[in-house]
């Protein structure tokens, strides 16, 4: 079974006996007991078993077909077992019944495709993957979206870093949260926030990316850290397939939860603080919230940047004391969190360089900044907003140094994260690409930039970017 449709082994044996179960009766007479027999208890050893593990949403339409089916099928033998004369429906109406169960059948498997449980690719880099999560307090910022008085910003951190390689059966850590409630918790807010039933994505609570929880890290060597910003409503885990790919080649990425604007953040004491964000309709009034949110977001990603000092010094304690390069700290982020990351180095210079996936700027008072930018951006059509790639340019012309902005073809705005591992492959939605490609991709160009601007590689970027989409190089003093 394709890893993208992704059925459980009981979920096969479910289906097959289902389907079995429906065409025995257009068998030959000799084959309709044996095969009818042996469906029936497929089905029913595996609808139990799933009974137990966990039964999906995608399952129901299978176990209603099956159901519709299995009186007609098993009644036949019923009366033949005690001497009476078997009846069967004629054919002129079993046909239509059949066809109905076998399509509520392929349902099934229709949906686990269109909404699978995700499957996080192996990273390619040579280091293993290490994941741990850290909740930071700022004692001198108020937490401006409440009242309350005594109120500190608060943001969770969560960190991949290079690990060493585990012992045999070290377990993969839960997407979207630190425990199963917690991340059941996020997928429902996720679903709701996008106007979904949670049953729909009922599939991230349940899978596993390929980092472990709290390994040691890999080496003495100092690792230049990516702080991450989620798009808006977006969580710190909606980038984990980059994450994992970027620290497996030795960087350390730190997704940063917002709250009040991500769609949930479970915190250390067990609140949990849902979004705030909404537009109103109204483009200036919308403009107005989303630069408000952008300058939150900026001052969160200046605070985790100075508190980066403080765990690699080991003032705050944790793995990747003497770990960190402070030196050469990059800010990231996708869509509001994208824009969010340029407003954060041009308003601080400790930022290295800044990589921005598909993010307008919202910055009301952009000036010159003194970082190389990445920006990777959407296929543009005519259904994107006209001011994007004209405001983007405008900022990434202002910049003394040479940035790269790198349209991928094919791409829609959630093809730069996990998105598309567990959406219905629709281009509007997720792009044209397959569903690998865009995190492959996107990780491919960030480690590309991040080797020539921040690591001792000489080669020109140029070529390797320009072999994933149309390449625009912006010159300090645009020459």
């Not at 909740?135 to 969560?158: G, I, K, N, Y």
């Amino acid at each position: 079974m394709s890893a993208h449709v992704q059925m459980s082994p009981w979920e096969v044996l479910l289906v097959l006996g289902a389907v079995a179960l429906v065409l025995a009766r257009w068998l030959p007479i000799r084959l309709r007991g044996p095969v009818t027999v042996t469906a029936a208890a497929v089905v029913v050893v595996s609808g139990a078993a799933l009974g137990v593990l966990g039964l999906r949403w995608q399952m129901v339409p299978v176990l209603v077909g099956t159901a519709v089916a299995l009186p007609f099928a098993i009644s036949p033998l019923l009366r033949r077992g005690t001497g009476r004369r078997a009846r069967r429906a004629a054919w002129r109406l079993a046909l239509p019944g059949s066809l109905v169960c076998l399509g509520l059948i392929a349902a099934g498997p229709a949906a686990a495709w269109a909404l699978p449980t995700p499957v996080f690719p192996q990273p390619s880099g040579r280091f293993a993957v290490g994941t741990s999560v850290l909740e930071l307090t700022d004692p001198e910022r108020p937490e401006t979206a409440t009242a309350a008085p005594d109120d500190r910003r608060t943001v969770v951190a969560q960190f991949w870093y290079p690990a060493r390689k585990g012992p045999a059966g070290t377990g993969h850590a839960q997407y979207l949260g630190r425990t199963e409630h917690e991340a059941r918790v996020v997928s429902d807010a996720l679903a709701d926030y996008a106007g979904l039933p949670g049953t729909l994505l009922d599939g991230l609570p349940r899978a596993r990316t390929q980092s472990a929880y709290d390994v040691p890290v890999a080496g003495d060597g100092e690792r230049v850290p990516v702080l991450f910003s989620p798009g808006l409503g977006g969580v710190r885990t909606q980038n984990t397939a980059w994450a994992e790919e970027l620290a497996s080649h030795g960087y350390v990425v730190v997704g940063l939860d917002h709250p009040y604007d991500s769609a949930a953040v479970v915190l250390n004491d067990g609140r949990t603080i849902r979004t705030k964000v909404s537009a109103t309709g109204n483009a200036a009034e919308d403009e107005r919230r989303a630069a408000d949110w952008t300058a939150v977001r900026a001052a969160d990603l200046a605070f985790v940047r100075t508190q980066l000092d403080h765990i690699d010094s080991g003032e705050i304690a944790g793995l990747l004391t003497g770990h960190l390069d402070t030196g050469r700290v990059v800010a990231a982020g996708h869509s509001l969190g994208g824009g969010a990351a340029l407003q954060a180095a041009r308003q601080d210079p400790r930022f290295a360089a800044v990589i921005d996936l598909d993010g307008f700027p919202h910055d009301p008072a952009p000036q010159p900044f003194h970082q190389p930018v990445l920006a990777l951006t959407q296929a543009i059509g005519p259904d994107t907003d006209p001011d994007y790639i004209p405001r983007l340019t405008g900022v990434l012309d202002l910049g003394t140094a040479t940035s790269y902005r790198l349209t991928v073809p094919g791409a829609a705005h959630l093809t730069f994260t996990d998105a598309t591992l567990y959406l219905p492959p629709l281009p509007s939605l997720i792009g044209s690409l397959d569903r690998t490609a865009g995190p492959r991709i996107t990780a491919a160009a960030s480690i590309t930039f991040l080797d020539s601007t921040l690591r001792d590689d000489p080669r020109d970027p140029t070529a390797a970017l320009s072999s994933y989409g149309s390449l625009v190089v912006h010159h300090p003093n645009g020459h």
